[in-house]
């Protein structure tokens, strides 16, 4: 029997989320037991390495990937001609960050960077390395292949990280992050086989150019809002300060980053794939919204609860660390539209509307920076997340609501449940917490508070009919099928 889109969608969101909950949770262990290794300094000179080589990456992406999984029709040839154009852009950005690295430090005002930076360099050429046939996985919702192979990097990652962190410092983050990417490449190949030829074919590239153009343009605008506000935290406040805000922000936008990387790469393939049918694309836009915000919400607001309490975990080199975590965060749960409203509009053929919404958001954002960080230090860039999502939110609402189907029928009931469960259970991981303020408290309250969302949000579906439970099983059959659901059909 011939699986539904749903289905075919469910699983791969299935194994999308073991890839992304095992990289995430491995991730989230390497981040902890590194803070409580290395300094804020660490932090921030990695900081400033990585967002230099970002800069250079996102100036010259011209959205080859996307551009493979969104076309109609891709042969052998653009595959190679991709793998070509990504390669050589690759070689080119290593040159160039390699010459301009003192340059860079002396921008961020940290010449302690220079090294760092020449050496991380070689990142985008291992990337760029890897099997160009990773993108047909994506193209065919083949994640399980796909899941392997970011476990395996993100292991090879963390446990050469960790071990070499207490006699090498921040040179452990940079040497796991290349070891990283070289078991990503070599994995690349064994679960993607594919022999790359260098092919310089201008035919092949030019339809994937003319797509990933407006992935070009994104990028670099979501580069610039990035670029501008580490460079105003380094010159401003100092590496220190770079550092706290970095951990802040990876911690505060993971549950974030995880929906926006399960969501976007399963949605974009799939809701190419259905184009002609918007009825379809818009039962899916409204399940996948559901689902994420029954995730989100409550993730984002345990971490708004506890975030005092995870300051006091990673000790006094992290002081203040806790309020910025909270500010953004509250920005996190905000922008939760947009990480199903931009898989959508790529994938439906209309890449230029998620860039109109990236204009507003960095605009609103770098002139917010501009002037809430020297007011507020910290604060006032954490701050700055708040104006540009509210705004770029309602510009991604219109756009949805002009393209698809009366897109948010049907859920103001089931989004109030979860707001309120949401907010229920991070009153007990606080409580809990409150009484226990120590690692196994820590924990505790955040099982308890996961378990009393569950069950509220399983009798506020049974008794008011909200639909959360069949529409998550409808999209997710393997897991309603392991615990006896079985979902109505519609």
């Not at 071990?163 to 990503?184: C, D, E, H, Q, R």
Request: with cysteine.
């Amino acid at each position: 029997m011939k699986e539904t889109p749903l289905k075919q969608a469910g699983s791969a969101l299935v194994w999308r989320a073991v890839q992304l909950g095992g990289v995430k949770v491995i991730f989230m262990v390497r981040l902890l037991v590194l803070a409580w290794l290395l300094t804020p300094e660490d932090f921030g000179l990695m900081a400033i390495a990585v967002t230099a080589i970002g800069f250079f990456l996102n100036v010259t992406d011209i959205g080859m990937i996307p551009a493979l999984v969104q076309g109609a029709e891709v042969d052998e040839k653009r595959y190679n001609a991709a793998w070509t154009v990504n390669v050589s852009r690759a070689l080119l950005i290593t040159l160039i960050v390699i010459l301009t690295a003192p340059l860079i430090a002396q921008i961020f005002a940290e010449p302690r960077a220079v090294n760092i930076i020449r050496v991380l360099a070689m990142r985008p050429v291992l990337e760029a390395l890897a099997s160009i046939k990773v993108a047909s996985l994506t193209r065919k919702l083949q994640f399980y292949p796909l899941a392997m192979i970011k476990l395996g990097e993100g292991l090879a990652n963390i446990i050469v990280s960790i071990v070499l962190a207490p006699a090498l410092g921040v040179w452990a983050l940079v040497i796991g992050t290349l070891v990283g990417s070289m078991f990503y490449l070599l994995l690349s190949y064994l679960f993607a086989p594919h022999r790359p030829q260098l092919l310089f074919d201008s035919s092949s590239i030019q339809p994937l150019i003319k797509f990933g153009r407006w992935v070009f343009a994104t990028s670099l605008i979501i580069m610039a809002g990035n670029y501008v506000l580490k460079v105003v935290i380094s010159r401003q406040l100092g590496v220190a300060e770079l550092g706290l805000y970095t951990l802040a922000i990876q911690l505060a936008f993971l549950p974030a980053e995880i929906a926006s990387e399960i969501i976007g790469s399963v949605a974009f393939p799939l809701f190419a794939r259905l184009q002609a049918d918007i009825r379809q694309v818009t039962q899916i836009f409204r399940t996948t919204l559901i689902g994420m915000a029954a995730l989100l919400f409550p993730v984002c607001l345990l971490i708004i609860s506890l975030a005092p309490i995870l300051e006091d975990l990673l000790g006094p080199r992290w002081a203040g660390t806790g309020s910025i975590i909270r500010i953004l965060a509250f920005a996190s749960i905000i922008g939760l539209l947009g990480e199903v409203v931009v898989p959508t509009l790529t994938g439906l053929g209309q890449p230029y509307k998620v860039t109109v919404i990236e204009v507003v958001q960095s605009l609103l954002f770098i002139g917010a920076v501009w002037t809430l960080t020297p007011l507020y230090g910290l604060s006032g860039a954490a701050l700055a997340w708040l104006p540009a999502m509210i705004i770029s939110q309602c510009v991604g609402i219109v756009f949805v609501q002009r393209l698809l189907w009366r897109p948010f029928a049907g859920l103001s009931k089931p989004v109030l449940a979860i707001t309120l469960a949401s907010v229920v259970g991070a009153l007990v991981a606080l409580i809990i917490a409150g009484l226990w303020p120590n690692l196994a408290g820590f924990f505790i309250a955040n099982l308890l508070a996961v378990l009393v969302i569950a069950v509220f949000l399983w009798e506020s579906d049974r008794r008011f009919t909200l639909g959360l439970v069949n529409n998550l099983g409808r999209i997710f059959p393997q897991v309603a099928g392991f615990i006896g659901y079985r979902p109505a059909d519609g």
